[in-house]
């Protein structure tokens, strides 16, 4: 990709190592279908891990470092221990529940993984299940998806047929039922605890926490919530072991990993490679920035972790190292915006976002995401003082770590990451030197978040 | 619906004056069944009323609160928190436009203002005349937020299906056809239907669902790696089938 101009960005070593371990059926023909799955190599963890006992597949994946890609990188063996000792004769069962309630702003690989693999989903979930003792799991899956809905309910039947869920699996005495259970548009019930309260039937607001739901989750009796590419990783390990696991990614944070690159790159997509990998080798890979504009700042985990600059081209891309660099790995999102992109218009519109998908319950988050938007809005539109500038950052400083869940965290880290690294677009904004930024060039040249844009028309 | 008739309060437009007739019971006894617990069928059970109804109406409300023993009250308070169940009829199609920032960034924000312009609706609004709600080639339109397709932006879904890679001018035939009564393919996903059944597929009733679920899912974007991998004969380092090794000793 040497043609390819990326400005300040020059991007001129090797790309990415991709390693496909998750992805790597997805190009396959019919790649959705139980026989395409089991031609590929599926459903061969399965009786491998049914023949041992079940804590022993725990053991396993603690130690393969797995650790969960639903953006908190908690690792997943350790998840899945912290459920109370397995008692036949207990009151309640335990429960497996899956978050595939992807919503968070540049997250986009659990939508392609349901849509394309359903089944590596179900193997692992099965595996999951009969690792915890579950007699039961359901995987919440964002209502929008339409597609993957449908795909999951198809596996579900296929793999009920073929005996791998049901009555007796495999001739081995275990039982499993799962249910495909569709959301109804709400980002929070991401959150784990809302999602639980949702399934349940109820709005979906956070739960306080302790009781954690290893303790009282599901119905209040032990559950294991897992993020889709988490559940998706369970086979492969079961299959080679930790430390084939282990032969990817960095001591910390091992594996192989779906990054998701978009925004304005040249060939944005899904590149699956070792855990630490940079933004550099990626955009290598994706040929560069697009034509030839220079990338600005990025996410590194979706519009909740703090954003990056070109300075952070470098950082390898794990939980610890983009951590130890001041942001999160989140979900490996990277949304990239070029030098034309308006950072406070970026922001304002992310903050339009939290303050739709507040949920209402705590004060800080639905009143402060409410002020935030507000004052961005001015800011925006040219109408900001000074003073809004420090009113901005208070209340987002206000709001972060006095919210009731992450949400409200995630609200004030737009504006604080932006703070930090563009203050400057902002003072240049309520000073009246106002650069021609805009989204796009579709949006029509020399406007910030105006004229073809949406203005006090959102919500 | 005569037990809503005269109730204070009841707006005009919640009453459709649909019932839901035996099949409908018998959909919602089988989603109820699926939980261990019943109330759990809350939310799928209003995707289920949606699918007659075209919005959660009163009639709806207290058909889930029916169903599954709760107050109308109870139902309420869910249907209004989520942003899918709608409060007033949609139109034969929901059109939903990402205006989150990478895509309004990419042109989602010049896609909406287009067809916004184009129909003479704003916001959760729907051409026609209200009691024609529904009725062929009304469309409404909504604001999404992410829909998590972000390598494939702008993007908008009608009916819940994907249309990738968007600019104004594609958004703008797609909705043609549609008002033309046309049945546009999605760039992933089957053959557009309506709104309706598409919500009775996400109450988890598929008809059809065989050739529902063949619909396309492949787009350029989501296999590139994959397919640089295998152009260039990358791989995963190869793996052995490892036994699982037994517990530590303690």
Same mark, same amino acid.
């Given at each position: ?59 396993? !994946? ?6 969960? +890609? ?131 039937? +109820? ?118 190292? !983009? ?137 | ?107 989602? $924000? ?62 703008? $035939? ?65 793996? $052995? ?10």
């Amino acid at each position: 990709m040497a043609d390819t101009a990326v400005g300040a960005t020059a991007v001129d070593g090797a790309g990415a190592p991709l390693t496909p371990v998750l992805t790597r059926r997805w190009a396959a023909p019919e790649s959705w279908t139980l026989a395409s799955y089991r031609e590929l190599g599926g459903y061969r963890a399965l009786p491998k891990a049914l023949g041992v006992e079940p804590a022993r597949v725990t053991e396993l !994946v603690k130690a393969s470092g797995l650790r969960g +890609r639903g953006g908190a990188g908690f690792p997943t063996g350790m998840k899945w221990s912290f459920l109370p000792p397995f008692d036949p004769a207990a009151p309640t069962p335990r429960y497996l529940v899956i978050n595939a309630d992807e919503g968070e702003p540049g997250t986009c690989k659990d939508i392609p993984m349901m849509m394309a693999d359903p089944h590596s989903l179900i193997e692992g979930a099965i595996i999951t299940s009969y690792a915890i003792n579950a007699p039961f799991c359901a995987i919440y899956v964002r209502g929008e998806a339409l597609h993957c809905l449908r795909r999951l309910a198809g596996a579900v039947r296929e793999a009920t047929a073929a005996g791998y869920l049901g009555r007796d699996i495999l001739g081995s005495g275990y039982d499993l039922e799962i249910v495909v259970h569709a959301g109804a548009g709400a980002y929070i019930c991401g959150e784990e605890t809302a999602l639980l309260d949702s399934l349940e039937g +109820r709005r979906g607001q956070p739960r306080l926490k302790p009781p954690f739901p290893a303790v009282a989750g599901l119905y209040a009796s032990p559950t294991v919530v897992n993020n889709v590419e988490t559940i998706c990783s369970v086979p492969p390990i079961v299959l080679h072991g930790a430390d084939w696991y282990r032969s990817m990614g960095t001591e910390k944070s091992p594996g192989s990993k779906i990054y998701s690159l978009s925004g304005h790159v040249t060939r944005p997509g899904q590149y699956e490679a070792p855990m630490g990998t940079t933004l550099r080798q990626l955009l290598d890979s994706a040929g560069g920035m697009r034509d030839g504009i220079p990338l600005k700042f990025f996410t590194p985990g979706g519009s909740s972790t703090p954003i990056f600059t070109a300075e952070h081209l470098d950082v390898p891309l794990s939980f610890d190292d !983009v951590a130890a660099a001041g942001s999160m790995l989140g979900t490996t999102a990277l949304m990239c915006f070029n030098e034309t992109v308006s950072v406070p218009w970026a922001v304002w519109k992310w903050l339009e976002f939290y303050k739709h998908e507040s949920c209402g319950k705590c004060t800080p988050c639905r009143e402060g995401t409410g002020w935030l938007v507000q004052i961005l809005h001015r800011i925006v539109t040219g109408d900001g003082t000074a003073e809004d500038l420090d009113t901005l950052t208070s209340a987002a400083a206000n709001i972060a770590g006095r919210s009731f869940c992450a949400l409200g965290d995630a609200a004030a880290t737009p504006v604080l990451s932006s703070f930090k690294w563009f203050r400057q677009e902002y003072e240049d904004l309520v000073t009246g030197v106002t650069p021609p930024l805009v989204g796009d060039r579709a949006l029509g040249a020399g406007t910030v978040g105006t004229g073809t844009s949406t203005v006090g028309a959102h919500r | 619906m005569s037990h809503t008739e005269g109730r204070i309060g009841v707006p005009v437009f919640l009453e459709t004056g649909q019932v839901f007739d035996e099949l409908t019971h018998r959909r919602a006894e089988e989603i109820v069944g699926r939980y261990p617990v019943a109330r759990s069928a809350l939310l799928p059970l209003l995707h289920l009323v949606q699918s007659v109804e075209g919005c959660v109406s009163q009639p709806g409300i207290d058909f889930c609160a029916e169903q599954l023993d709760l107050t109308a009250a109870e139902v309420s308070a869910v249907a209004t928190f989520y942003t899918m169940y709608k409060r007033r009829p949609c139109g034969e199609h929901l059109v939903s436009v990402c205006t989150n920032t990478l895509c309004a960034a990419l042109g989602g $924000d010049a896609i909406y203002s287009t067809l916004s312009a184009h129909l003479g609706v704003g916001h959760e609004e729907t051409t026609g005349e209200p009691a024609e709600a529904g009725a062929p080639g009304t469309i409404t339109l909504e604001h999404a937020e992410c829909l998590a397709a972000c390598d494939l932006a702008p993007v908008l879904q009608v009916d819940y299906e994907y249309f990738d890679e968007q600019t104004p001018d594609s958004a703008l $035939d797609l909705v043609l056809a549609l008002q033309a009564g046309g049945s546009p393919t999605p760039t992933r996903g089957p053959a557009l239907r309506n709104f309706r059944t598409a919500e009775l597929e996400i109450a988890g009733i598929f008809p059809d669902a065989d050739e529902r679920v063949a619909g396309p899912s492949l787009a350029e974007p989501t296999v590139r790696g994959v397919r640089d991998a295998e152009r260039t004969g990358q791989h995963a380092p190869p793996g $052995d089938d490892v036994p699982i090794p037994p517990l530590p000793e303690k």
